[in-house]
């Protein structure tokens, strides 16, 4: 069931590509359970510009149970361990349902980006402590600098 | 963890833009596979159902089966009923909205959703399955059995209640050591007959056979019930008390006990009705044991004071006179309150020497005030020692001419400082080290201080005269023939006694450190020696 599944997904999204997404496609043709995505940072935020590249688990339970998804590219949000990449966002644990897709949930993660986060939750403790206290044009400009410094094509 | 508001891929792709479809887009993968869903712009003449969309968009253009009403499509394996074969299963629409799914996936969805493995279940009742879209629920018709559903409850149950229960568990175990310790400590102040009348109750709770025993015989269940819960309403006192003890031990080491340890005495005078052995009698003397005990937190609290506002500025002085000169400013004697470098050393020290001043010093000065000219002797020499030494080291030292205006200099200091500075100092000291070192040398410290206090009673029987520490009738100075008493006072004579002795130690430090010098080398001699080996 999963394979067929991500295969229609897959479908899905080349005939209609989300805005989000600048591509997403299998790893190597023949693992259809590794995926590569690439984000695009949502317009009107700090992220704007950035591309990040997102590495996609599948797991063989798939779709009863969630992808893994990973910032391969690092970045900067309050949600998002900067070393590792694990995104802290309940679509990827607990609130999960088939009815979600890859793309869709990749969309989360881009809304995500421009929502802010939440800095109750944090994996980068140091973003979050700045947004905590306020400081939201430090934040803006810790982000944008590592978006720019890391996520721009040069 | 982020949240955000759910979105559905129903909705995406109903508003789907309107671009017309590139083929080059499709890898070579997809185009391969044959079960996929794949529709290429050359296959779409095949499809029968694109008429609307056809008329609109005269480009030849897929027509995704998701757009049309008449083909159910399901939400879990994304197939479509025009995929349908003999062996699929059949279609469900389980609730009010449009989501339908085959019966197999919302079988296997389901059953993960339940999984007792699955974390992502956490509230104690069965999971609820409901429509990820319109979150109604989703009604199966399954067998029921009571059993099964008794025990997974009581699985469910289970995992709630591990973390809770492992507190409970590790609570009681810190409860039943500071108890057990609390009963070490009484029997150490006390000694063994007074120990054993003060625990008698105690002794004989511990190993009374848990209810449980009586169950075939309810009278006799119900009577130790009755019996366990006057015990304990009778020696509260006793109950409340020997577990507290190592708590309030190892935070009167600390600036803690400032607030709490005040507020026991009105506790236990309050209580004193209930109390069997001992009766208030602020007017005899010796006092009783539970007067004795009741004032000693306000004899630390004097004694501290004493302490902040005599020793503890000199000590401080002390201490800066022997850190290295790049954390001083100037030379000797003129260097005080500058550089934090100096103050940050002088932390630790203090701290370390607060460890043990905290406590029974008070209860010295009550004892010196109060008798035994024995204690005098021994209390008063601590603060004398230090004032008494600088004219004899001044005089002995390498370099009189230097030390002795030095040393003068400072003592004045010493003498002004406590006056303008006394505030700041209160509170550096007041900081708790949180050093693992330092934080195990005070709990250790308070923890063996019965004992050591025990111990040092049973010295002070050895050498005081016989006729003080024995029982002779009713003598009115007969407050150290108490083995209770002889500790409360061998446990000032030791806190008080150390502080003298860190307090000289200190003092010399300093002075010694004033007094050193680089020694030249000897040529002469070095030759003679080199020669003869």
């Not at chain 2, 630790?348 to 005030?369: F, S």
């Not at chain 2, 430090?509 to 080398?521: I, L, N, P, Y």
């Amino acid at each position: 069931m999963a394979s067929k599944r991500l295969i229609k997904e897959l479908d899905a999204y080349n005939k209609d590509p989300s805005p989000a997404l600048k591509a997403l496609e299998p790893k190597s043709e023949d693992d259809l359970f590794h995926w590569v995505a690439v984000l695009r940072g949502p317009e009107g935020t700090a992220y704007e510009g950035g591309r990040f590249t997102l590495t996609i688990t599948l797991p063989s339970t798939y779709p009863n149970t969630p992808p893994e998804i990973r910032f391969q590219t690092p970045i900067c949000h309050p949600n998002v361990n900067f070393k590792t990449g694990e995104i802290c966002l309940d679509l990827l644990k607990t609130s999960w349902t088939p009815a979600y897709g890859v793309v869709s949930t990749l969309e989360a993660v881009q809304q995500l980006l421009s929502a802010g986060g939440e800095p109750d939750s944090p994996l980068n403790i140091d973003l979050a402590r700045l947004l905590r206290e306020g400081d939201l044009v430090g934040a803006e400009g810790l982000v944008r600098f590592y978006t720019r410094m890391l996520a721009m094509p040069r | 963890m982020a949240s955000l508001p759910a979105r559905q891929p129903s909705q995406r792709r109903s508003s789907r833009p309107e671009q017309p479809q590139q083929s080059s887009t499709h890898s070579p993968v997809r185009s391969r596979s044959e079960d996929s869903q794949t529709i290429f712009v050359h296959d779409a003449p095949e499809k029968e159902e694109q008429q609307q969309e056809e008329s609109i968009q005269p480009a030849a253009r897929p027509i995704a089966p998701e757009d049309d009403p008449s083909v159910k499509r399901c939400w879990i394996c994304f197939e479509d009923s025009t995929e349908d074969t003999p062996e699929t299963s059949p279609w469900r629409d389980p609730c009010p909205c449009a989501l339908m799914a085959h019966e197999e996936c919302l079988l296997d969805w389901i059953a993960d959703v339940e999984a007792p493995k699955n974390t992502r279940n956490r509230s104690l009742a069965a999971p609820k399955i409901e429509c990820p879209q319109c979150k109604s629920e989703i009604k199966l018709a399954r067998q029921r059995d009571y059993v099964v559903d008794l025990v997974r409850g009581f699985e469910r149950l289970a995992l709630k209640a591990i973390v809770p229960s492992g507190v409970f568990m590790l609570s009681g175990a810190v409860y039943h050591l500071s108890a057990l310790h609390g009963i070490h400590s009484i029997y150490a102040v006390f000694g063994a007959r007074d120990g054993a009348r003060i625990l008698r109750p105690l002794r004989m709770n511990a190993i009374r056979p848990p209810v449980e025993v009586y169950l075939n015989d309810p009278r006799q269940a119900s009577y130790q019930v009755l019996n366990l819960l006057l015990d304990h309403a009778v020696h509260w006192r006793l109950y409340c008390g020997i577990p507290l003890i190592t708590p309030i031990l190892l935070a009167s080491r600390t600036s803690l006990a400032d607030g709490i340890l005040p507020v026991l005495p009105i506790v236990f005078f309050a209580s004193q009705v209930h109390a069997p052995d001992s009766t208030i009698d602020f007017p005899t003397w010796p006092p009783s044991a539970s007067f004795a005990f009741a004032i000693l937190p306000y004899i630390r609290s004097l004694y501290n004071l004493y302490y902040q506002k005599v020793w503890a500025e000199k000590e401080k002085q002390w201490l800066k006179e022997i850190q290295p000169r790049v954390t001083q400013n100037q030379g000797d004697g003129q260097n005080e309150g500058q550089g934090a470098g100096v103050n940050e050393g002088m932390m630790e020290l203090q701290i370390d020497q607060g460890l043990w001043d905290n406590w029974d010093d008070p209860e010295q000065e009550e004892a010196a005030d109060n008798n035994a000219p024995a204690q005098d002797d021994e209390a008063a020499p601590g603060p004398n020692v230090q004032d008494n030494r600088p004219n004899v080291r001044g005089g002995g030292n390498e370099r009189p001419q230097q030390n002795a205006p030095a040393g003068g200099q400072q003592q004045q200091q010493q003498n002004q400082q406590p006056a303008n500075g006394n505030q700041p100092i209160g509170q550096v000291d007041r900081r708790i080290s949180f050093s693992p070192t330092g934080i195990a040398e005070t709990a250790l410290g308070a923890i063996a201080f019965p004992t050591l206090a025990g111990l040092a009673g049973e010295a002070l029987k050895l050498i005081l005269p016989r006729s003080w520490t024995t029982p002779r009738g009713y003598s009115s100075r007969g407050l150290l023939q108490h083995k209770w008493a002889r500790s409360i006072i061998g446990g000032c004579l030791i806190v008080v006694g150390k502080d003298a002795l860190m307090l000289y130690v200190r003092w010399r430090m300093a002075q010694m450190h004033r007094g050193r010098r680089v020694v030249d080398f000897d040529r002469k001699k070095g030759n003679s020696k080199r020669t003869a080996v």
